[in-house]
């Protein structure tokens, strides 16, 4: 079984699977990535827990290309049923190096025709490559983007409260990503067939990161992760369990920066976590 190789091997058979995703999808080059972001990778490695420093994974560079190595025809990918939580880890540095791969592929994605057309880019995620807690939103909006990063707006400047100013950790010390890659126009909510489209990416990216604990903001990332048609309001004041990770579900930020109201129940939800994690709370 894969589980049973080494993480080298295992890393090796995932970068040969995208890279072949990434030729029929038409692109011939990937970035590589400067010295200076090469350098937070290795502040990265260090930090195993999240109540110790570490840092952003890189973003791809887009300065130097290098052509794709010749093709090496993949082994078919098999159905894990095994949890995410009982496979091995890849270390930190594989982490950065598949992610990349997988960002690289999100960016050349046009599943959904129209989203493709209107959006800027693409927003994949950002944060620490070893994270212990993963929160996870809908989509990205306007400010994420023309930026590129999920969590930058009105909404994300909350988000960053809750965590720093909560949680009492930086907000590079987690990993923040969106269950859809592009933009709705007019920022509504994410169709079925294009959170369909995006499950893939949502999905490869948690098997990467193998995080603890999971914060889904919203209606949105709960229901399309835990495969769910419960309200929020349901969901919220209990662990879920998705493939052995445990999963909060919480208000999204720009629910709460509408219902004020609400924000006292979402630090409640944040308490839990924070008591489940071993923190101490104010």
Same mark, same amino acid.
Request: proline share 10%.
């Given at each position: #079984?894969?589980?049973?190789?080494?993480?080298?091997?295992?890393?090796? @058979?995932? *970068?040969?699977?995208?890279?072949?995703?990434?030729?029929?999808?038409?692109?011939?080059?990937?970035?590589?990535?400067?010295?200076? &972001?090469?350098?937070?990778?290795?502040?990265?490695?260090?930090?195993?827990?999240?109540?110790?420093?570490?840092?952003?994974?890189?973003?791809?560079?887009?300065?130097?290309?290098?052509?794709?190595?010749?093709?090496?025809?993949?082994?078919? $990918?098999? $159905?894990?049923?095994?949890?995410?939580?009982?496979?091995?880890?890849?270390?930190? *540095?594989?982490?950065?190096?598949?992610? !990349?791969?997988?960002?690289?592929?999100?960016?050349?994605?046009?599943?959904?025709?129209?989203?493709?057309?209107?959006?800027?880019?693409?927003?994949?995620?950002?944060?620490? $490559?070893?994270? !212990?807690?993963?929160?996870?939103?809908?989509?990205?909006?306007?400010?994420?983007?023309?930026?590129?990063?999920?969590?930058?707006?009105?909404?994300?400047?909350?988000?960053? @409260?809750?965590?720093?100013?909560? #949680?009492?950790?930086?907000?590079?010390?987690?990993?923040?990503?969106?269950?859809?890659?592009? !933009?709705?126009?007019?920022?509504?909510?994410?169709?079925?067939?294009?959170?369909?489209?995006?499950?893939?990416?949502?999905?490869?990216?948690?098997?990467?990161?193998?995080?603890?604990?999971?914060?889904?903001?919203?209606?949105?990332? &709960?229901?399309?992760? *835990?495969?769910?048609?419960?309200?929020?309001?349901?969901?919220?004041?209990?662990?879920?369990?998705?493939?052995?990770? @445990?999963?909060?579900?919480?208000?999204?930020?720009?629910?709460?920066?509408?219902?004020?109201?609400?924000?006292?129940?979402?630090?409640?939800?944040?308490? #839990?976590?924070?008591?489940? #994690?071993?923190?101490?709370? @104010?």
């Amino acid at each position: #079984m894969d589980d049973q190789l080494p993480p080298a091997i295992r890393l090796r @058979k995932v *970068l040969q699977q995208r890279l072949e995703s990434l030729r029929r999808a038409g692109v011939t080059h990937l970035p590589r990535q400067s010295a200076s &972001a090469g350098k937070a990778v290795e502040v990265a490695t260090a930090s195993p827990s999240i109540t110790t420093a570490a840092a952003t994974a890189p973003p791809v560079a887009p300065a130097i290309h290098e052509p794709l190595p010749p093709t090496i025809e993949p082994p078919a $990918p098999q $159905p894990g049923e095994q949890d995410i939580a009982e496979r091995p880890s890849l270390p930190p *540095l594989d982490r950065v190096a598949a992610l !990349r791969v997988l960002q690289t592929e999100v960016a050349a994605c046009t599943c959904c025709a129209n989203l493709a057309k209107t959006r800027t880019q693409t927003v994949f995620g950002v944060g620490n $490559p070893h994270p !212990r807690i993963v929160f996870m939103g809908e989509a990205p909006g306007y400010d994420e983007d023309k930026q590129g990063e999920p969590f930058v707006g009105a909404a994300g400047q909350l988000l960053t @409260k809750i965590i720093e100013s909560g #949680m009492g950790i930086r907000r590079d010390e987690v990993y923040i990503l969106n269950t859809l890659k592009c !933009r709705p126009p007019n920022n509504r909510n994410p169709e079925p067939d294009e959170v369909a489209n995006c499950r893939g990416f949502f999905e490869q990216q948690l098997d990467i990161l193998r995080p603890e604990y999971l914060v889904c903001l919203g209606a949105v990332a &709960a229901q399309n992760l *835990l495969e769910t048609k419960q309200s929020v309001g349901k969901l919220r004041g209990q662990f879920h369990d998705y493939r052995g990770i @445990k999963v909060l579900v919480t208000y999204h930020p720009a629910y709460l920066l509408r219902n004020p109201d609400d924000k006292r129940k979402t630090w409640d939800d944040i308490k #839990m976590l924070m008591r489940d #994690m071993g923190m101490d709370v @104010k």
